[in-house]
């Protein structure tokens, strides 16, 4: 898997953040305890953005939608059959 580094290279993730003293270093937005997998779970829930924003007052349309692209973009990894 690539790093945070490669990752801000070929596409920008500025809200996307690692710090290992936020969530044991998990990819965050912006640095607080929102994890991108939190995000992400929600929306495969069935939960709308609205929603997600609506649960989550201090995150901004723009957090959702990096999270959602930062997860697709770690999905497109290949993956080779051993």
Known sequence: MA???EATATKP???IT???EVMGGRACIRGIRVTVATIVDQIA???SIEDVLA???YLER???RQAISY???LA?????PV
């Open 3 to 5: 790093d945070a580094a």
């Open 13 to 15: 993730f500025d809200r």
């Open 18 to 20: 690692f710090d290992p």
């Open 45 to 47: 829930d069935g939960a």
């Open 55 to 57: 649960e989550c007052p």
């Open 62 to 64: 723009e957090d959702v």
């Open 71 to 73: 997860a697709a973009w």
């Open 76 to 80: 497109r990894d290949e993956v080779i």
